[in-house]
């Protein structure tokens, strides 16, 4: 057993994963050489390698939540990818308007029909919220009426979404709720789809970055857009909601966030899935909003997301023979170890989904869209109390 194959298995020990051991979550390693790639690479080297089929492992989500309870993640930090990333996103802005929209050149321009398969009858490409006996479908239509509770829509009210994905909430709000609608998006694909979808109804989807939109909304919502803005950008990101939203208006911004306001993002997940993406922390975006907002109710669902991520990896699991003549092998296992580890990292707590509604300051709307008791109802819908932000 070479020096680098004792020092990993040794640290892979600490998290009770074996190689080659016989329980779901142990690793079966096929290329030797995936013991110094890991210890060269870290987290970029234990994804990439993956892909190469030089590893497996059945339970590959459970897997990564004991690597990562055990801290496994940190000890690697100080690797080249890492420091390399964490520069990066330091010194360079990465989502200005032209280089934001690589992300929706290169992930969600997939294909409509590739996410159709993995998602919903909704499209909703965002946590879910489940309750006993939900399947996906009607998780995520719970998580729909939610998010419009939240922001008490009424009929006749002015919704922009920013990030609108595929229309699924705008037509959501449209039907349901009485609202007029406009949608944007950095995605072609998504534009195409969601305009189609939303043909008939009082809703507007516009192909462009939030910080172009204009006009004025009784409500603003960014469901899953955050991990996009980039910590260069979070004030202006604020500021553009508070420009946008009237003053009695409310502001729901909800997306994942890490536990730490320090350090990058992950290398393997920017090179591979989102580039030029970051998750903030709860901390930096309240810190962003001061000045445009008062923070009113704060809500953490990240439980509900491990669920979500098994029941898109099940959908892209049996959708995957219509299009392996599409995409290769390599492309599968990419996939597999981007839902699968997200799922480990939500289930081990090290991410989170906060929910965070804003009003402006001195708003009367504030004072009038609920008291405690409806605050407290609604969270018991969902199973899951209202949690403070780590700071």
């Avoid at 057993?1 to 190689?19: G, H």
């Avoid at 609202?179 to 809703?203: H, N, P, W």
């Avoid at 991520?309 to 599409?326: G, H």
Wanted: with cysteine; charged share 25%; aromatic share 12%.
């Amino acid at each position: 057993m070479s020096r680098t194959q004792k020092l990993l298995t040794s640290l892979l020990a600490i998290a009770d994963i074996r190689v080659d051991g016989g329980r779901p979550w142990d690793i079966q390693v096929y290329d030797a050489r995936f013991f110094g790639r890991v210890l060269t690479s870290g987290t970029l080297g234990f994804g990439e390698s993956y892909m190469e089929g030089w590893w497996d492992c059945d339970a590959l989500d459970e897997m990564c939540c004991r690597a990562i309870r055990a801290r496994l993640d940190e000890r690697f930090a100080i690797r080249l990818p890492n420091i390399w990333a964490w520069l990066t996103a330091f010194f360079v802005n990465q989502q200005t308007i032209r280089r934001s929209r690589r992300v929706g050149r290169e992930h969600y321009d997939l294909s409509n029909d590739f996410f159709e398969a993995m998602l919903d009858p909704n499209m909703q490409y965002s946590c879910a919220l489940f309750d006993e006996g939900d399947d996906l479908a009607a998780a995520q239509l719970r998580k729909l009426e939610w998010v419009c509770q939240r922001l008490h829509l009424r009929p006749g009210l002015r919704l922009l979404d920013i990030g609108c994905g595929w229309g699924g909430l705008a037509q959501y709000a449209a039907r349901q709720h009485g609202c007029q609608v406009v949608g944007v998006t950095i995605s072609k694909e998504q534009f195409q789809y969601a305009r189609r979808c939303c043909r008939g109804l009082d809703i507007e989807i516009q192909l462009r970055d939030y910080r172009e939109v204009t006009g004025e909304f009784d409500r603003v919502v960014s469901i899953g857009m955050v991990e996009h803005v980039g910590h260069k950008n979070y004030r202006t990101y604020m500021r553009a909601a508070s420009r946008l939203l009237n003053h009695d208006g409310l502001f729901l911004c909800q997306g994942i966030c890490r536990n730490s306001s320090r350090g990058g993002g992950d290398p393997w997940i920017e090179r591979y899935i989102f580039p030029n993406s970051i998750l903030p922390s709860a901390a930096l975006l309240l810190r962003a909003a001061e000045g445009a907002f008062v923070p009113h109710d704060i809500c953490n669902i990240g439980p509900h997301y491990d669920p979500t991520l098994l029941a898109w990896n099940a959908n892209f699991e049996r959708a995957w023979p219509r299009f392996a003549d599409r995409y290769d092998e390599r492309f599968r296992r990419m996939w597999r170890f981007y839902l699968l580890s997200c799922a480990g990292a939500f289930r081990a707590r090290s991410l989170q989904v906060y929910s965070i509604l804003f009003s402006k300051q001195n708003a009367r709307a504030a004072n009038n869209i609920a008291d405690e008791k409806e605050l407290v109802s609604s969270q018991t819908e969902i199973n899951e109390p209202a949690v403070a932000p780590d700071f």
